[in-house]
């Protein structure tokens, strides 16, 4: 009994020494915005992956698992029926057939792109939501002046149709970032599919910024202040807070980059400058919604506004973002067509003239035979 205590001991000991063996990461193809991903076929030189030579490639229906061979710069390189291929990280996802021990060699970011949540704002049913509540809310704030029955309920539904619009905008653009506007992107729908989906998302980004309008009439209903002017609500503060937020960041990080301010403080110092910046011009507008609605309305009202600004400069900038680059296009081909036809009529105008020989009669011909046979003739007449 006492050798055989021994012996376990000693295969535990070695079994615990033994390295452990290298498991494979498996992944699993798991494009955002469409059924298929393309890999490009790799070969492995001195220098490290590159193309092959022809260049080659396979379209890899969505769900296709790989064992992952090696990373290249952040791509995954993996080896399908004996030949290597390369597919950039955005487009798979880190298997759940992976054992728990296994590392997932991808960045944070890749791994919240291909989540539910990512997954969800990569169909269409959030952004269908959105244009529902943007439309009910413009609605209700039209049918709300023309009726003061329905005046309370448009106080009530329209600015949370309008946040839970902004919100959904506001999540889209945080799990999808510029993607988030991938209905209107060219690369997958072409130059006219795009154009035709900018339309709408032109028509609802100005309801949604018109809508807004719509509250401020229901809320004073037509009051006007002691100076006589019209009330509003306070945005402009609110907005300049989100819009200035970025800008100070940038401002201040580069400050302090040129005057060699460094390290924990600086980096601190840093967020909290333009976050302080924000805070108080919120603040103003803060004062001002009170000052007109009260203490409990005027803070909910600059809540609301926070949260409506937020999702309609999303908007707006995606919105731009998208005309621009259809509006590129535009300037692309008209330039190509405008080259093409420049480059024709300056052919046509180098292209040689044919050689015109006259006889002596004053007839045309196209070569020098023929004008001297009809001088041939012309001679002849003459002598008879």
């Known amino acids: 009994m006492k050798h055989l205590n021994t012996l376990l001991l000693l295969a535990a000991l070695l079994l615990a020494l033994m390295p452990e063996r290298a498991t494979a990461q498996r992944f699993e193809i798991d494009p955002l915005f469409t059924d298929s991903v393309k890999v490009v076929r790799v070969v492995r030189a001195e220098s490290g992956w590159t193309e092959y030579q022809p260049y080659s490639f396979a379209t890899l229906p969505d769900g296709y698992t790989f064992d992952l061979v090696e990373m290249d710069e952040g791509r995954l390189v993996f080896d399908m029926d004996g030949v290597h291929y390369r597919v950039m990280p955005g487009s798979v996802l880190f298997s759940s057939d992976n054992a728990p021990d296994v590392a997932n060699p991808l960045p944070k970011k890749i791994v919240r792109r291909h989540s539910p949540l990512a997954h969800l704002f990569a169909s269409s049913a959030p952004y269908l939501a959105i244009v529902l509540l943007v439309v009910a809310g413009t609605l209700l704030g039209l049918l709300g002046q023309r009726s003061r029955a329905l005046r309370s309920v448009a106080l009530k539904a329209l600015p949370l149709c309008l946040a839970a619009a902004s919100l959904l905008e506001v999540a889209a653009f945080i799990v999808l970032g510029s993607d988030m506007a991938w209905w209107?992107?060219?690369?997958?729908?072409?130059?006219?599919?795009?154009?035709?989906?900018?339309?709408?998302?032109?028509?609802?980004?100005?309801?949604?910024?018109?809508?807004?309008?719509?509250?401020?009439?229901?809320?004073?209903?037509?009051?006007?202040t002691e100076?006589?002017?019209?009330?509003?609500?306070?945005?402009?503060?609110?907005?300049w807070a989100i819009g200035l937020l970025l800008p100070v960041l940038v401002v201040v990080m580069l400050l302090f980059q040129l005057a060699g301010f460094t390290g924990f403080v600086a980096d601190l110092l840093s967020l909290l400058i333009p976050v302080a910046v924000s805070a108080l011009l919120i603040g103003r507008g803060a004062r001002k919604n009170i000052a007109t609605f009260g203490r409990s309305n005027g803070i909910l009202i600059t809540l609301f506004s926070i949260v409506y600004l937020l999702g309609l400069i999303i908007s707006a900038v995606m919105l731009a973002v998208v005309i621009f680059k259809?509006?590129?296009?535009?300037?692309?081909?008209?330039?190509?067509v405008g080259l093409c036809i420049f480059a024709v009529n300056v052919g046509a105008k180098e292209s040689p003239q044919p050689q015109i020989y006259r006889a002596k009669d004053g007839s045309q011909h196209s070569t020098l035979y023929g004008a001297r046979e009809q001088d041939r003739k012309i001679d002849a007449r003459r002598k008879d």
């Open 227 to 239: 100076e006589g002017d019209e009330p509003r609500i306070s945005l402009r503060p609110v907005a």
């Open 326 to 336: 259809i509006i590129l296009q535009i300037i692309i081909m008209a330039v190509l």
């Open 184 to 224: 209107c992107d060219d690369e997958l729908w072409g130059f006219w599919g795009a154009l035709w989906r900018a339309i709408p998302f032109v028509v609802v980004v100005l309801m949604q910024y018109y809508s807004i309008r719509l509250y401020a009439r229901l809320l004073f209903d037509g009051r006007r």
